[in-house]
């Protein structure tokens, strides 16, 4: 098992030993890419949803926030695209049985073969020529990299034709031609691709107006239960463009290859804002949102472990399209995508609809359809993200003057599932009574945790494993002079301070308005 696969082998088993995520129907054996969410799990999930909520709508006066229904109606799947095209090309190995999908493969080995070999040369030219490198001049003369960077464009040239063209048959083509081998079986014995639906469908009597008379979808995104409000909202809110309306809620794939447990899930959860503008300023709002989104996460991760990437492939409905991608442990991957999807969707609902989604603009002095910028991110992604960036094994001073090894999730205090610990030293003499006190006190303002079993340095420890940025200690001085020790998760730092203050300086150091407000 490699290092990184390794390091997150621990972060799954901790997130299911502390209370963060479950195998969902486990006592059945499991069901595949489905999880349920524990205690501590639900608590950092909700901090995601409001993080992102409070910094969208709250902080934002021209966004508005909805909350759509799940099922909707058939034909919103055929205007949106989601019927025809909603589809990931699949191709088995017929030796290892194991079932991939084609663009990833093509996707990878473009990245790990051509890519990776183009950045070495340049790599290793830099450090060659050091402050005079070109890389432009490198990159264009030097023969091995030319070469990669023609055989990288032919195979990109290729593939993007094929996708356009739902050529199925140039897909496999081309996993032939650049001998792209299954990871497990190490073999080129393919099937053909063939085109999967991703929507999962159910029945709804009486649905009017129907073509199947009462097939029902899953709804993939959440973004159609935005579009079809839209002049709801805006009439009702009286907003202006541009304006945006947000929601969050559930969505369904019937993702078939999903591996990476919460990574890629068959029910999964969305934030998506839909940001309406008048036609032709959409490129301007995408570079606003794309710079935004990208200032929320910073927020809460480092910067080298998010970067853009461009999307090579644009979906049927955008005319740009870039994804944030964090660094996982398995490597860097889409987190959130931002996509100018044109007037692609509301003119859509209008033709098969017959009715009109238009916006009048008062200045204009006229109609048209909005076109859309669209941000959209996965909760449980997200989630995933802060628990791998947080999850750390580290070598700290032990009481006996040696060393041990914590487990820390240094997970930022805003999203802490909890907030404080409130610890009496000992279980007798009072300590409890008092800590009881000082907990009634805090509790209806932060998300407290009491424990008063095993000695206080294994309660600090299951605290850190959990994130818990703060414990509190109460002792015998405290019944004296009503001061606690506050002790800090990430530097294991004690302060002494009077209880009086605790409800402050916690509340201080774990608001959600330090990230939305700087
Ligand atoms: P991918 O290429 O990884 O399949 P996508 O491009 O299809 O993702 P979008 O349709 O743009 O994803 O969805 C927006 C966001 O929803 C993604 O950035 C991701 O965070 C989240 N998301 C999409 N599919 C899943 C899934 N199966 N499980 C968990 N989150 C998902």
């Known amino acids: 098992m490699s290092q990184t696969g390794d390091q997150f082998k621990k972060i799954i088993a901790h997130c299911k030993e502390y209370g963060y995520i479950f195998q969902s129907s486990e006592v059945y054996d499991g069901l595949a890419a489905v999880y349920d969410y524990g205690p501590y799990g639900a608590e950092l999930k909700n901090n995601i949803k409001a993080y992102w909520w409070k910094a969208m709508v709250h902080a934002n006066e021209n966004i508005v926030g909805i909350d759509s229904a799940i099922f909707m109606h058939p034909k919103i799947w055929k205007a949106s695209g989601h019927v ?70 032919k195979v990109m040239d290729r593939f993007t034709a094929a996708m356009a063209n739902n050529d199925m048959a140039e897909l496999k083509q081309i996993i032939i031609d650049a001998e792209i081998s299954d990871p497990i079986s190490g073999t080129k014995n393919w099937t053909d691709v063939r085109q999967f639906n991703l929507m999962f469908s159910t029945q709804m009597s009486n649905i009017a107006g129907s073509e199947d008379d009462s097939k029902l979808y899953l ?48 029910e999964f959860e969305q934030m998506e804002m839909q940001f309406f503008v008048a036609p032709g300023t959409e490129m301007k709002w995408y570079e606003h949102w794309k710079a935004e989104r990208l200032k929320w996460h910073h927020q809460v991760t480092p910067n080298e472990k998010l970067r853009y990437h461009d999307h090579d492939n644009l979906a049927h409905y955008a005319n740009a399209a870039v994804d944030i991608e964090f660094e996982f442990p398995f490597g860097f991957k889409e987190l959130e995508g931002i996509h100018s999807r044109t007037d692609f969707d509301l003119r859509s609902h209008q033709e098969l609809s017959g009715r009109k989604l238009q916006y009048f603009d008062n200045e204009k002095n006229e109609s048209y359809v909005p076109y859309v910028v669209e941000t959209s991110i996965g909760v449980d992604r997200m989630f995933l993200s802060v628990i791998s960036n947080a999850f750390k094994e580290e070598e700290v001073p032990d009481a006996k003057g040696g060393t041990s090894t914590r487990t820390v999730l240094n997970i930022h205090p805003a999203l802490a599932p909890v907030k404080v610990a409130v610890l009496p030293l000992l279980k007798k003499d009072g300590l409890p009574e008092a800590s009881r006190a000082i907990m009634d006190e805090l509790k209806y303002d932060l998300n407290c945790f009491y424990e008063d079993k095993d000695t206080i340095g294994k309660r600090y420890r299951r605290q850190d494993a959990v994130g ?34 605790l409800l402050d300086k916690v509340k201080a150091a774990t608001s959600m308005i330090n990230l939305i407000k700087a």
């Open 84 to 153: 025809d095209a909603f589809n990931d090309p699949l191709i088995d190995n017929k030796d290892s049985k194991k079932r991939y999908r084609a663009d990833t493969l093509i996707e990878e080995y473009v990245e790990k073969k051509l890519t990776a070999k183009i950045e070495k040369e340049v790599a290793k030219a830099a450090k060659r020529f050091g402050d005079s490198f070109d890389r432009e001049q490198f990159v264009s003369t030097n023969p091995r990299v030319v070469a990669n960077v023609e055989k990288r464009k």
């Open 219 to 266: 709804r993939p995104e959440t973004a159609q239960g935005i579009f079809v409000n839209f002049l709801n909202v805006q009439k009702t809110t009286r907003q202006k463009l541009p304006f945006g309306i947000a929601q969050i809620g559930k969505a369904f794939r019937n993702e078939i290859v999903a591996r990476q447990f919460i990574f890629r899930m068959k």
């Open 468 to 501: 818990t940025p703060f414990c509190i200690t109460i002792d015998h001085q405290t019944l004296e002079d009503d001061t606690v020790t506050l002790r800090d998760r990430d530097s294991m730092k004690q302060e002494r301070i009077n209880k009086n203050a």
